[in-house]
C-alpha cells in the first residue's frame, strides 16, 4: 500500500501478509493525525472564543457533564478494542508459519548472516527462495544480539544467545530484496547487510541443483550426534540410558516431578546445553552438559537430525526451553 503511494519512501510490498501490515500502520497513521489535528484545532478555537476580553472580567463556573464524560471514555474504549483485536489477529498470522512451509536455519555471527537451506545449499548474506511457498527461518546467534529484518516482507526476529526464534514468510514477487541486521551488535554492524533473492519455482530449482551442497543438515546432525556419543544412550527403542528419540520431536514429554513439556526446538537445545534441567521421568540425571562444545551451527543440525527420527505434533519456537 504505502510502497505504492510512495515508492521512493517505502520499501516495497512483496510478502503475503504485508499488505496487511501496511493496512493497519495506514490506519494508526490516521487515526494519530485526526485526533492531533482535532484536538489542536479545539484548543486553537476554545482558546480564541473564551478568552478574555478585559482586565477585570471573571469567568463562569462550569459544571460537569456526565454524558460528556460518559462519551469520551467509551469512544477511545472502542478504538483501542479495534486496534488490539486487529493487532493480535495479525500477529497471530505472522507468528505461525504454515504446516507446508520448508525450513531454513540462520546464524547470526558478527557481522554476517549464514543460511542453510533443507537441502544442505549454504550462503552467506544472501538468501534464495521460491515464489508462493512459505518459508519458515529458525534463527540462531553466535555471539550477540542481532536481529533479522526484511522490510520488504515486513518481517523481524531477533536472534538471541542461548536460544532459538523463528520467522516466517511467502514472497509473492520476483526480484532482490535488502536484508539487515536491526539491532545494535558492534562496530560493523551496518555492514551486516545481504539480500533475499525471490526466484520462480523453476528456477529455484535449478539454482538449487547447480549449487554446492555438504548434504542436508540432518546427515551433518546424524554424524555429530555419533560423534559425540550420543547414540551410546539414546537408542532407537527405549533400551539405554537415555529415552529413545524416535518420534519424540514434537510430542508431549513428560518429566520427573509430573510436569510435561513440547519436544520443540527449545526443549531439544536446553536438553543439549543444560541436560539436569528437565529430565524426563523413569531416567537419571547422567547426561553431561555440552555447554561451549557444540557451535549454534550444530545445534541446528542435531534438532534437523532428531526431527528427521519423526514427531507426532508440529514444531514451534513459541514455548520456552523450560
Not at 497513521?29 to 489535528?37: D, S
Not at 504446516?99 to 557481522?111: H, P, Q
Not at 545481504?194 to 540432518?218: F, H, I, K, R
Not at 529413545?244 to 510435561?260: A, C, D, H, N, P
Request: contains cysteine.
Amino acid at each position: 500500500m504505502w510502497s505504492e503511494l510512495l515508492p521512493s519512501i517505502f520499501p516495497a510490498s512483496a510478502s503475503t501478509f504485508a499488505d496487511q501490515v501496511d493496512h493497519l500502520y495506514a490506519f494508526l497513521v490516521a487515526l494519530t493525525a485526526f485526533f492531533t489535528i482535532g484536538i489542536s484545532l479545539a484548543a486553537l478555537y476554545l482558546a480564541v472564543r473564551y478568552r478574555r476580553r478585559s482586565p477585570d472580567e471573571v469567568g463562569h463556573p462550569i459544571h460537569g457533564s456526565m454524558a460528556l464524560e460518559v462519551t469520551w471514555s467509551i469512544i477511545p474504549l472502542l478504538i483501542m478494542l479495534v486496534i488490539f483485536g486487529w493487532s493480535a489477529a495479525l500477529f497471530m498470522t505472522i507468528s505461525r508459519a504454515p504446516s507446508d512451509a520448508f525450513e531454513v536455519t540462520a546464524i547470526g555471527k558478527r557481522w554476517m548472516w549464514k543460511f542453510q537451506h533443507p537441502s544442505g545449499q549454504r550462503e552467506i548474506n544472501e538468501l534464495h527462495v521460491p515464489i508462493g511457498q512459505p518459508v519458515r527461518v529458525l534463527i540462531g546467534s553466535e555471539d550477540v544480539l542481532h536481529s533479522l529484518y526484511i522490510p520488504a516482507f515486513r518481517v523481524k526476529m531477533d536472534a538471541v544467545p542461548g536460544r532459538f526464534t523463528s520467522l516466517w514468510f511467502e514472497a509473492t514477487e520476483p526480484g532482490r530484496y535488502h536484508l539487515f541486521c536491526a539491532e545494535f551488535c558492534g562496530t560493523n554492524h551496518s555492514g551486516m547487510i545481504g539480500s533475499v533473492v525471490v526466484m520462480t519455482q523453476g528456477d529455484y530449482q535449478a539454482w538449487l541443483a547447480g549449487g554446492v551442497t555438504q548434504g542436508p543438515p540432518e546427515i551433518a546432525g546424524r554424524q555429530l550426534f555419533e560423534e559425540l556419543a550420543c547414540n551410546t544412550c539414546h537408542f532407537e527403542q527405549d533400551a539405554g540410558r537415555g529415552p529413545s528419540l524416535v518420534g519424540m520431536f514434537g510430542s508431549e514429554i513428560r518429566l520427573e516431578g509430573g510436569q510435561t513439556v513440547t519436544a520443540n526446538e527449545a526443549y531439544v537445545r536446553e536438553s543439549i546445553m543444560n541436560s539436569q534441567a528437565q529430565v524426563v521421568e523413569g531416567y537419571a540425571p547422567l547426561m553431561p552438559s555440552f555447554q561451549g562444545l557444540i557451535s549454534e551451527e550444530g545445534l541446528l543440525q542435531l534438532v534437523a537430525y532428531i526431527r528427521s527420527l519423526g514427531g507426532t505434533a508440529e514444531s514451534t519456537t513459541a514455548g520456552a526451553a523450560r
